[in-house]
DNA sequence: CTTCCAGTTGCAAACGATTTGCATTTGCAT
DNA sequence: ATGCAAATGCAAATCGTTTGCAACTGGAAG
């Protein structure tokens, strides 16, 4: 009863508008805007899933060719510094990253297709935080991911 | 002057574990016990901390300095996959491990120390389950981390 | 107690993901 | 338009981990 899946940001080719652009953040940092990094922002805003850096990278370079890949790797570390996104290393993989300004949520990942689909438990938070709170700690941030396969029947 | 299968009594040392030894599973699996591997088990059965391969490999050289990390990770990979130890990829870090016969427990990460304490709500691993249920899954495994730092106050 | 060989080892080279050094561009403030 | 720090592409380097291979056992059979 109290767990959902998180609708995603918009689909087909939304550039710009809804919250604040990953651009206008990053003019307000006073990091320059270069023209790999558009191309990277825009993949990541139209971005639906979870991609990692050379996912990333596959669709940069059919916008742009020229990009390298330490670019994607170099932009993907700014922007988690910046707080713009999330970095999630599921189980060994690659790290995959995702738009910083959705709610939080955790995540479910499907053992044989490798979807990821999102759900949030306030109770689950809450207890975190009781849980913390009782050995002393103030925690940062926190991580949790349930692996699983879709029903069988 | 070797009788048949002197009962392994402990040997006044702390047998942390009062449950199956290490050895004993590899005999029922039908693996090999070597020189290498009882000096990485004993290792593991005296850890109280979650040590990592490298970590594991230190210990094991002030043993016997002849043995190479390699055949740390191909005993750690081994014992994973006998399910005798549990693999954690902490946030971004090297694999760590711990002894698989412990109750299922999750962890407090403390950012400032690397410290690892553990916890357990079974109200937690309830609503997990739920959420799983409610989405159509069948969770084979999850994973719930908690980084923080001690409570300044 | 020997023999024997598949399992195991040590070593070095290979790995995949990510980072970094550096010479060359480029954004953008002046 | 100009200047220069910031950013880029590329290659080489790092880090944790895995693997190929020849040499070396564990332990079952004799
Ligand atoms: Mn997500
Ligand atoms: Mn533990
Ligand atoms: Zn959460
Ligand atoms: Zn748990």
Known sequence: MNSKTVPNTATGQKASSAHRSYEEELREAGIRITKPRKVILKIL???????????IFRRAVKVDASIALATVYRTMKMLE???????????????????????????????????????HSER??????????????????????LYGRKRKK
């Open 45 to 55: 805003t139209q971005a639906s899933d979870h991609p990692d850096a050379m996912e």
């Open 81 to 119: 510094d910046l707080g713009a996104v999330h970095r999630h290393s599921f189980e060994g993989g690659p790290a995959r990253f995702e738009n910083a300004d959705a709610e939080h949520h955790d995540h479910l990942i499907d053992l044989d297709t490798g979807d990821v689909i999102e759900f």
């Open 124 to 145: 689950i938070e809450q207890l975190q935080q009781q849980i913390a709170d009782e050995l002393g700690y103030d925690i940062e941030h926190h991580r949790l991911e």
